[in-house]
């Protein structure tokens, strides 16, 4: 897939908004991203986590492993097509944690997904956690990379799609001097 054929399955799923935002960090910008809204559609999350076989499926990964919440439909979904385990990290207590009996062994090839990599925390943690059981992790895939290539995992990084975003502080947003009116769309609730 070409990078403007997945800008328009972006753009066609409704997941890429341009306007006027505040973003969850309260900074403000002219383009608003929800993954979640083209991973609805599994005929395109297919298309995109079919990048991730291209590019890893010679690695032969055994296991998949996600940082919830996002990242998990992201593993499901490329776990499938690479005929391969599926499961996923999650945060107890403030650490990503193997909860529902999840387990790694000693040397299993890991393949770590995420859905948009912002400044990768979350996967550098998971990154940790498998190597702390002792698994071999042979990579990162991640559907968009927003750390503008600030993202290093020391262990080869693949997205499927690189979105740099521009933010503003409200004081000198150049939006709000026009008076556009602004949405706050999404939540880190989850
Ligand atoms: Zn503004």
């Given at each position: 897939m070409t990078q403007k054929e997945i800008f328009n399955i972006f753009y066609r799923s409704g997941a890429l908004h341009t306007g006027h935002f505040k973003l969850t960090s309260g900074l403000h910008s002219d383009q608003y991203f929800q993954c979640a809204l083209v991973l609805q559609h599994p005929r395109y999350a297919e298309q995109l986590c079919s990048i991730a076989k291209e590019y890893?499926?010679?690695?032969?990964?055994?296991t998949v492993i996600a940082p919830a919440v996002g990242g998990i439909v992201v593993g499901q979904e490329i776990a499938r097509i690479l005929g391969c385990r599926s499961i996923f990290a999650e945060r107890k207590d403030g650490q990503m944690t193997l909860r529902r009996g999840f387990s790694l062994r000693k040397g299993e090839r890991v393949l770590v997904c995420e859905?948009?990599?912002?400044?990768?925390g979350s996967v550098k943690e998971v990154i940790e956690l498998a190597q702390q059981a002792g698994a071999h992790v042979i990579g990162v895939f991640a559907?968009?990379?927003?750390s503008g290539g600030g993202a290093n995992f020391g262990v080869p990084f693949l997205a499927a799609m690189q979105m740099q975003v521009k933010t503003y502080p409200p004081e000198s947003c150049p939006l709000c001097a026009q008076d556009l009116p602004i949405d706050q769309p999404g939540s880190r609730q989850l």
């Open positions: 890893f499926g010679g690695e032969q990964p055994e859905d948009v990599v912002t400044t990768g559907v968009v990379d927003r």
